[in-house]
């Protein structure tokens, strides 16, 4: 969801309360050298954390939103490590 979807949707959005619903997402540990993972989950920027966006994404999702939607949201927090091998291809050994 880009965040002009989520202004809005839900920031410009009047009675957001009858027809808005949040799933906040936090996956902590991410593997950041394993780009083809880790840029799944979060941004990238020149093989490293983009901090401008990390940033912006945070005051939109912890700030902005959470002001706006004090009821109908879900927080999940995931301490996940994602694994330092390639995953193996299906049909491959």
């Given at each position: 969801?880009?965040?002009?979807?989520?202004?809005r949707?839900?920031l410009n959005?009047?009675d957001?309360?009858d027809?808005t619903l949040g799933?906040?997402?936090?996956?902590?540990?991410i593997?950041v050298?394993?780009?083809r993972h880790?840029?799944?989950f979060?941004d990238?920027a020149?093989?490293?954390v983009?901090?401008?966006?990390?940033r912006?994404?945070?005051?939109?999702?912890?700030v902005?939103v959470?002001?706006?939607?004090?009821?109908?949201?879900?927080?999940?927090?995931?301490?996940?490590k994602?694994?330092?091998?390639?995953?193996?291809?299906r049909g491959?050994k």
């Amino acid at each position: 969801m880009t965040e002009q979807e989520v202004v809005r949707g839900i920031l410009n959005a009047k009675d957001q309360v009858d027809h808005t619903l949040g799933f906040f997402r936090h996956i902590e540990n991410i593997n950041v050298p394993l780009l083809r993972h880790s840029m799944k989950f979060i941004d990238i920027a020149s093989k490293q954390v983009d901090e401008e966006a990390q940033r912006m994404l945070s005051d939109l999702r912890d700030v902005r939103v959470s002001e706006r939607m004090e009821f109908n949201f879900v927080e999940i927090k995931k301490n996940r490590k994602l694994i330092s091998q390639e995953l193996p291809v299906r049909g491959m050994k």
